[in-house]
Structure formats: structure tokens, C-alpha cells
């Protein structure tokens, strides 16, 4: 950051102060009568000592992700809701097309008992599935880690392989490429099928998709997204018209269109 950087910075950072302290003022002078809001201090990306996040800009970041310190995401990868990234004592590298789903704790460690630097690192098109935990570990590309896994420090898992949902993985195991391994302690199960294989690939690219989706809504402005709400509301009991206008076609299911002879009789009147 240059010295013109530097100061628009402070400018900002200053302006932000004021308009707090006055907001604490109008507070104390209403006394008991006030309604404090809590300002909430979350960052998405925030830096940790000297250390700042590199975030590729076609990669996704969901609002309430935080990704923190010497970390690196490539290109067209997706952290996505609640999940924690934090590079303070070492480093994490993310591929691209790599999707770390929700709620999911990516750390590192900054050596081990005999000495070894366990920064994490994590390859291309890869799937850690939603609430794993990865620890100073390294995850080949196009590797797959289910739902609630754990992977603990020096970890490696090659490449086309996968770790079952719920798997402890412990210390320093390898786990080789095209191979199933689940448990606690993990173990080996099985080979992985070449569909399974084709699987871990497609997950990626439905995840790289989705996240484009989830980018385009998060990035709407205040004012589109209550125009939506207005229109939603307008239009809700008319959704031929309404879809007519987003120029979306919904075709009926043919297991749902009834026949005509159990159709009321619109033309008979009610004598009731």
C-alpha cells in the first residue's frame, strides 16, 4: 500500500470511528430509554501479523466464512458458510475448482514432535465435504473428504483418493491414491470404482457452479433485493405472469395434469 493508499485508509478508518463514537453519544443521551444495536465486527478476510489472505477473484467466499492470515485460493474455488481458515502460525495453499463446503475448519500447525513444518495444502478440484476438519495435513488434487472427517497433522491423502464421512484419519498416515478409507482409527475399505473416480471430478465442478450462483446473490445490492421481495409479494398468486416476466417456463408434469372427466363442471350451478 502506497503513501496515497495509506492515507485514504486512515481517512476511512477515521470516519467509521466518528460516526461509532456518535452513535455511542445519541445512546447515553436517549439513557435508559435507547435501543443498542451490536455492531458486529466479523471480516471475511482478515490479515493476522504480517500476513494478509490471497483470494483469487473468481473464487467464492460465502459472507459468513472467515478466512484468516498466510493463505492462498485459486481460481474458481469456494469456501463456503461458517467455515474457519485460519493461517496464523503457518500457511494454507487451496487449488482452484476446490470447494471447502459449510462449516468445515481448515488449520495448520507449525511443526510437529519431531520438528516438521505442517503448513496445510490442498489441491486442485478437490471436495472437503461439509464440517471436516483438516489440520496440517496435505490433500492431493481431485481427492475427496467426506462429511465430518477429520485429518490430522502430516496426513497425506493422494490424489483420486477418499476419506469416508466421519473417518478419523490419524497422524501422519497416507492414504494412496484410488482408495477408500473409513473408521475411526481409519482404515482401509475398498478401491475406488472408476464411476466413484468420475464422481470426485463432477462433485468438484457442480460445486464450482453453484458457487457461481451463490457469488451473483450474495453481490446484490440492497435495493435489487428488495425489488425481488416486492415482486415476489405482487405476483404470488399469479405465477404464470410473474414467470412470464423473469422469462422462465415451467412445464407441468404429465403425472399431474388431470383429465377432463374429473375436472369440475364449471358450467353447473350450485343450488346450495
Known amino acids: 500500500m502506497g503513501t496515497l493508499g495509506r492515507a485514504i485508509y486512515t481517512v476511512g478508518f477515521w470516519i467509521r470511528e466518528t460516526g461509532q463514537a456518535i452513535d455511542r453519544l445519541g445512546c447515553r443521551l436517549q439513557g435508559n430509554y435507547h435501543f443498542q444495536e451490536q455492531l458486529s465486527r466479523h471480516r471475511t ?8 489472505p490471497n483470494v483469487h477473484k473468481d473464487a467464492f467466499v460465502a459472507p459468513s466464512a472467515s478466512v484468516i492470515g498466510d493463505i492462498e485460493v485459486g481460481e474458481g474455488s469456494s469456501i463456503w ?17 476446490t470447494n471447502i463446503q459449510d462449516n468445515s475448519l481448515v488449520h495448520v500447525a507449525k511443526s510437529n514432535i519431531s520438528g516438521k513444518v505442517l503448513p496445510t495444502i490442498i489441491g486442485d478440484n478437490v471436495t472437503v465435504g461439509h464440517s471436516a476438519v483438516l489440520h496440517g495435513c496435505t490433500v492431493e488434487d481431485e481427492a475427496f473428504v467426506g462429511m465430518g472427517a477429520t485429518l490430522l497433522d502430516g ?3 493422494q490424489k483420486n483418493g477418499m476419506v469416508a464421512a466421519g473417518a478419523l484419519v490419524r497422524q501422519n498416515t497416507k ?7 473409513a473408521g ?6 475398498r478401491k475406488l470404482t472408476e464411476e466413484e473416480i ?3 471430478s463432477q462433485s468438484a465442478l457442480n460445486y464450482k457452479n453453484l458457487a457461481k450462483v451463490h457469488a451473483t446473490e450474495n453481490a446484490k445490492p440492497f435495493d435489487e433485493i428488495e425489488f425481488e421481495k416486492l415482486m415476489r409479494k405482487k405476483f404470488s398468486r399469479g405465477d404464470e405472469e410473474y414467470d412470464s416476466m423473469l422469462g422462465v417456463v415451467r412445464e407441468v408434469p404429465p403425472e399431474l395434469v388431470l383429465p377432463d372427466n374429473v ?4 358450467s353447473r350451478k350450485s343450488f346450495h
Open 184 to 189: 475411526n482409527p481409519a482404515k482401509f475399505l
Open 263 to 266: 375436472l369440475p363442471d364449471k
Open 81 to 97: 458458510y461458517g467455515c474457519v481458515l485460519r493461517g496464523d502460525v503457518n500457511s494454507i495453499r487451496i487449488g482452484s475448482g
Open 45 to 52: 478476510l482478515m490479515n493476522i501479523f504480517d500476513k494478509a
Open 198 to 200: 468420475a464422481f470426485i
Open 175 to 181: 492414504i494412496p491414491s484410488g482408495e477408500v478409507w
Open 155 to 157: 496426513v497425506v491423502l
